[in-house]
């Protein structure tokens, strides 16, 4: 079982910057792909950005030039640093592991996190 705990959202002005945090812990190995999603009430979970183990990334179109994705892989950690927030933003904030191996050697797919609020005002 693989659990995955989020940090550091916030309220913030338009302009500022917050960075979210995710740690997996559990009987991991290896995470192939870790990744941020958002939900913004009335609306269906996009995603944000995710980040493979050799450090590939990919972005919404939304968020590209604003937000960075990062990871340490030794701590099975993945951050956002968010930059240049605008209201539009504003949304739950979810963390999200995909492909784990665990150290028995097997697969385990798709965790997700409790979900962080990010509140940007106008």
């Known amino acids: 079982q693989v659990q995955l705990v989020e940090s550091g959202g916030g309220l913030v002005q338009a302009g500022g910057s917050l960075r979210l945090s995710c740690a997996a812990s559990?009987?991991?190995?290896?995470?192939?792909?870790m990744g941020w999603y958002r939900q913004a009430p009335g609306k269906q979970r996009e995603l944000v950005a995710t980040?493979?183990?050799?450090?590939?990334?990919a972005y919404a179109d939304s968020v590209k030039g604003r937000f960075t994705i990062s990871r340490d892989n030794a701590k099975n950690t993945v951050f956002l640093q968010m930059n240049s927030l605008i209201p539009e933003d504003t949304a739950v904030y979810y963390c999200?592991?995909?492909?784990?191996?665990?150290?028995?050697?097997?697969?385990?797919?798709?965790?997700w996190g409790q979900g962080t609020q990010v509140t940007v005002s106008s």
């Open positions: 999200n592991a995909d492909r784990i191996t665990t150290m028995g050697g097997q697969y385990e797919y798709d965790y």
């Open positions: 559990g009987s991991i190995f290896n995470i192939f792909t």
């Open positions: 980040i493979t183990s050799g450090g590939n990334t």
